[in-house]
């Protein structure tokens, strides 16, 4: 239980694991069946499946299987490990991807109405927002106590993202919806300024507001990568908060999954 403890633990601030449990073990075999080992991506392990060559060799397997992102079932022959037990042990190994973390600048009425869907999909949440009045009603929101027990509530100047600049950093997505178009852009900017690997940014908008950042981004020397989402969302021509939400979950599972479906995306000058 402790390793499936320290398993969820893991995956919910973020990080890939593989499970190991021993399906199969013949008699006399230190490796009893249900003995789990957790590994993680940082090279941790948690657990047992029995200790000794066996041992070694399913960390060393894991992480393969870590960095390939596969599942397996194998069979090993104890006597060919060196271990003087001999006998077989049948090992499950399961690939299991941590919450993927996401930034949302703004926790106005599409903010609001994004939350429980990402959540309902498994991405850790942190919301950023210049207005002190956000903070109870964004931490009030219900999607899950597992969920909303790890959002994150922080208030500062969107001049200076730097209280979520962690968060930024370790997140693969964001989305920018604040309460006006200066602080989108003044927030865009520095997410494209930050060292964050970023895959999605979303940026609320209509396409002329979009053709108007861009040409200022430009101005100022600033390149739009290719994972700025603007306008936001896929073509369902969504039109309420709630829509809106909508649209943008369904293009970030699209990305996810390497659908292809039509955005509201511009490119080009």
């Given at each position: ?192 300024a930050s060292s964050a690997h970023l895959r999605y940014i979303g940026l609320i908008g209509s396409r002329a507001k979009v053709r108007t950042t861009r040409q200022r ?53």
């Amino acid at each position: 239980m402790e390793a499936l403890r320290k398993c969820l633990e893991l995956l919910e601030q973020g990080a890939d694991v593989v499970l190991v449990t021993v399906l199969a073990a013949s008699p006399g075999t230190p490796g009893k069946e249900g003995f789990k080992l957790v590994l993680a991506e940082d090279g941790r392990s948690f657990g047992t499946v029995g200790g000794g060559a066996l041992e070694h060799r399913a960390e060393a397997d894991a992480r393969s299987l870590l960095a390939a992102k596969k599942n397996a079932v194998t069979t090993y022959n104890l006597a060919e490990l060196g271990m003087r037990c001999g006998g077989e042990a049948t090992l499950t190994f399961e690939y299991l991807r941590g919450a993927r973390g996401f930034v949302l600048f703004g926790g106005g009425h599409v903010g609001r109405a994004l939350i429980p869907v990402l959540e309902s999909l498994g991405y850790r949440l942190t919301v950023f927002d210049s207005r002190p009045e956000v903070r109870d009603p964004v931490r009030s929101i219900t999607a899950g106590s597992t969920e909303a027990s790890r959002r994150a509530v922080l208030i500062g100047d969107y001049t200076d993202i730097s209280p979520v600049r962690a968060a930024l950093a370790a997140a693969e997505f964001c989305f920018i919806a604040t309460h006006g178009h200066l602080h989108d852009y003044e927030v865009l900017k520095q997410v494209l300024a930050s060292s964050a690997h970023l895959r999605y940014i979303g940026l609320i908008g209509s396409r002329a507001k979009v053709r108007t950042t861009r040409q200022r981004l430009r101005q100022e020397g600033i390149a739009a990568p290719d994972c700025l989402h603007a306008p936001v969302g896929l073509a369902l021509g969504a039109q309420t908060p709630a829509e809106i939400a909508v649209a943008v979950a369904a293009e970030v599972v699209a990305l996810e999954h390497g659908a292809d479906v039509p955005h509201l995306k511009l490119t080009g000058p």
